[in-house]
Nanobody, 127 residues
Framework: EVQLVESGGGLVQTGGSLNLSCVTSGFTFSTSALSWVRQAPGKDMQWLSTIYNFQASSYYADSIKGRFTISTDNAKNTLYLQMNNLEAEDTAVYYC????????????????????WGQGTQVTVSS
């Protein structure tokens, strides 16, 4: 059974940092593609970042490029999202998903786009 469990969210002030974790099981982590998406209040789900673990290539949405870093620890089957210089607009529920780049990175992510989702972790940035 595939499982993804996020943690690390919380309340932080503008300019602060958080490091989200996603512990996974049930699939071959080292050869997988994994992504982070988020949903802000009242907004569509947004793709943020993807890492192709088997080739160590990563991709970012323009809105987070230079501030967020996606990474993995194969020994722990864990995906991370280091978030720096957080802004109020980053307030959202963050999800890790088992899958790669969306066909169209600019359109809203749908639940059906990925087979497996974590439960989400809330990030709140106060100004």
């Amino acid at each position: 059974e595939v499982q993804l469990v996020e943690s690390g969210g919380g309340l932080v002030q503008t300019g602060g940092s958080l490091n989200l974790s996603c512990v996974t099981s049930g699939f071959t982590f080292s050869t997988s593609a994994l992504s982070w998406v988020r949903q802000a209040p009242g907004k569509d789900m947004q793709w943020l970042s993807t890492i192709y673990n088997f080739q160590a290539s990563s991709y970012y949405a323009d809105s987070i490029k230079g501030r967020f870093t996606i990474s993995t620890d194969n020994a722990k089957n864990t995906l991370y999202l280091q978030m720096n210089n957080l802004e109020a607009e980053d307030t959202a529920v963050y999800y890790c998903v088992n899958g790669g780049l969306p066909y169209d990175r600019s359109r809203a992510v749908k639940r059906a786009d990925y087979d497996y989702w974590g439960q989400g972790t809330q990030v709140t940035v106060s100004s």
